[in-house]
Each structure stands twice: as C-alpha cells, then as structure tokens.
C-alpha cells in the first residue's frame, strides 16, 4: 500500500520538487499552502509529469480549524513532511513577530494535529542557519549552535526544539532536516523556484540578472578570507534534497530510527564562493552576468558548508547533480518563466 504523506508548504519551491519525489516513489501525497508565497502552478506540472491530480487545500496552517479539515477527510495520512514557512531573513529582522507568530504557530498546529490523528512520521525543515556564525566548517549534526542571526534562524531553532520535547514521549518520531542552500529546478524545465515575494537567494538572484529583470547584482563581500574574498556557500540541487525526503520518511516508517527524533545535514559538502557561482554559470550557459563588487552585508557568515556523511550512512543519500546541473536547470526554469510571462 502507499503511504499517504501530508505536505505543507507544497506549492512552495522545495515542496513542490518533494511532491513529486513522492509520487515517484511509492508514496501518495496531499499539499495544504496558504499561498502566502506561491501560486498553484506546480500542481499542473505535477499532473503533467506523474498523471496524479493530489488533493490541494488551500489554507493557512495558524488557522487549526481550515487545517483540521485535510485529516478528517484523510484520516490515513500516515506521514507528514512541513515546509510551510516564511523565509525571507531580512524580512524576518523587520517584522519578528509576523515570523514567530506564522512559522511557529503553523508547527504548533500541525504537531497537534498529528499527534491527535495517529500520525507516525514527522518531517521538519530545518536550516543551517540554526548554526548561526560558525567559525569552521565543515559543519555535522554535533556543532554547537550559535547565537541566531535573524528571527528567522530563531524560528527554526525553536521549532527544533518544540519537536523534540513534543515528541519525547509520543510514538510519532521525527526527523530535523537541516538544508544548506537549495537551488536549481527540475530538468524538465516545467518546475522551479517562483516566489511570490523577490528571491533572495543567489542562484535567481542571478539567472533574474541574466534575463534582464535585474539591471544588475551586487557580490556582496569581496575582503573575506577566502579563495576569492567572496562568501562559501553550500549549493545543494533541489531534485537532490526532495529525494532526502523521501527516505526520510522511509527510514521512519521501515522502523530503521531508534531515536525519536534524528537530525541530518542535507548539503553537497562542499564550499563554493560566490564568484565561483557566478563564474559556473557563466561558463555552462555562455551569457554574460552584470555584477557589482560590493562591501559585505550585516549578518552574512563568511563559510559554511555540510559533513552530510550521517545522510549518507542511515539514509542511503547521495547528491547526483554537480553545480553545472544546478546552474543549468535553474537557467532552463528561468527562460521558461519569463516566456510565459512570469515576473
Ligand atoms: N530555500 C531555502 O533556501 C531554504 C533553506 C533552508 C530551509 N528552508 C526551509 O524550507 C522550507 C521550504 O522553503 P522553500 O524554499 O520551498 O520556500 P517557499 O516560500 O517556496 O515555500 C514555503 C511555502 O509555505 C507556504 N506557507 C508559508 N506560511 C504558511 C502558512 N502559515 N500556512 C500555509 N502555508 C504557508 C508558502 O505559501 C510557500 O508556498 C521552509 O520552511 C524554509 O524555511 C529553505
């Protein structure tokens, strides 16, 4: 039988790679997403792609009584994966209490209904940034946490935590998922990153330079002690993280997870710096990038990047697409937007 497995947050950029991921693998999936910032065109190329219609709802998880509807009317859900949340850092130091009340409220809601509905697996989106500033990468699951440096960070170092003393005496175990920096798009070209609100993230931040939407892009930090001068980063391919997921999942319901609740590192383990990206993407798709040399940004670290070696070990995971892939897709999904007419 398949599992049915619930996605929040799956119109979103990550939730939507998972979907599919999931449908290609053995399992049945329901996405619930407030569409604070997606649209509902993934689920199109879901279609196009698997032949599978999923059960969408649209609602806002702080709301328990919109959210309580998907479990009577799937009373079998018997995994959750939770990616809604907003996301944007600089956001987050503007507006804290927008970001405490939608991201933590959301996990509250959902933790209880899971409990309340007999779910047995939890997935939860962390980030590296509940690392905070580190001073030496790589970084593994053991690394102390530093002070967070945004409301954001705090949001996932709270959630972490609110799983895990949740969950200590329950039978639903989970799994803290710390992504690295998710880029690039499916190879198909018919699924990427489309937020509603502008990217941040540098891979974009780049290809909407590339194609005019952006005069042009500043590198922000070019004095760090690094290769170049420029940030190290770990660039992970989206189609490489949703797969996590699904084993994840797997690794729980196969009853292989000892402990309530596991952490892992999802990141290709490697830095590249930020002129290195710039330089890839130059190089794989032959267009020329307008960049500024600028001073560094408040709250950028200056180098981190993954041991994902626990991923590889109990879950079986290993990143297939290199950098050039991430590049490229991203490239593919970008030119594909904008001859749709996407902004
Ligand atoms: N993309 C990254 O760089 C990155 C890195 C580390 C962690 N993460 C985490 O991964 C998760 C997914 O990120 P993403 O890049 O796909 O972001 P995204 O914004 O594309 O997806 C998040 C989705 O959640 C939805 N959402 C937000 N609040 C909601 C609410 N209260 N109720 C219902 N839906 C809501 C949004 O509409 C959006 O579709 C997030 O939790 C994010 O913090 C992302």
Redesign the pocket.
């Known amino acids: 039988m398949r599992p049915k497995v619930l996605v929040?947050?799956g119109?979103?950029?990550?939730?939507s790679h998972t979907i599919l991921d999931l449908l290609e693998n053995g399992c049945d999936a329901v996405c619930?997403?407030?569409?604070?910032?997606?649209d509902t065109s993934c689920l199109k190329a879901i279609k196009e792609l698997t032949g599978t219609e999923i059960p969408f709802y649209k609602a806002?998880?702080?709301d328990l009584k919109a959210t309580e509807q998907v479990f009577r009317d799937h009373p079998d859900i018997a995994g959750i994966i939770h990616?809604?949340?907003?996301?944007a850092v600089g956001e987050s130091v503007e507006k804290p209490l927008l970001y405490f009340r939608?991201n933590l409220e959301?996990l509250i809601n959902i933790l209880d209904l899971s409990l309340r509905y007999g779910v047995k697996a939890f997935i939860f989106?962390s980030?590296c940034t509940v690392y905070g500033d580190v001073t030496h990468s790589p970084v593994d699951e053991n690394t102390p946490w530093q002070e967070a440096a945004s409301p954001y960070g705090r949001t996932k170092q709270i959630g972490e935590q609110i799983i895990t003393d949740t969950l200590r005496h329950t039978d639903m175990k989970s799994i803290l998922l710390r992504?690295f920096?998710?880029a690039g798009a499916h190879p198909s070209g018919k699924m990427g990153e489309s937020?509603i609100n502008p990217p941040q993230?540098l891979v974009p931040v780049i290809t909407e330079t590339a194609i005019g939407k952006r005069k042009s892009m500043t590198v922000f930090g070019t004095d760090y002690p690094t290769r170049d001068g420029s940030c190290i980063r770990d660039y992970i391919h989206v189609c490489d993280l949703a797969h996590a997921h699904t084993l994840a999942l797997k690794y729980i319901f196969e009853g292989r997870q000892d402990e309530q609740t596991g952490i892992f590192n999802l990141g290709i383990g490697n830095g590249l710096t930020v002129l290195e990206i710039i330089e890839a993407f130059q190089r794989v798709t032959g267009v020329s990038l307008s960049y500024i040399l600028g001073d560094r940004r408040p709250g950028d670290v200056m180098a981190i990047y993954s041991d994902h070696t626990k991923a590889g070990r109990l879950l079986g995971w290993e990143p297939k697409m290199t950098i050039d892939d991430i590049v490229s897709t991203a490239w593919t999904w970008e030119k594909n937007r904008s001859a749709a007419g996407k902004s």
Do not use: Q, R
Not at 11 to 15: A, L, M, N, P
Not at 32 to 38: A, E
């Open positions: 929040t947050g119109t979103g950029y990550i939730g619930i997403d407030s569409c604070i910032n997606s806002d998880l702080c990616f809604a949340a907003l996301k939608n959301s989106s980030s992504y920096n998710p937020p993230n």
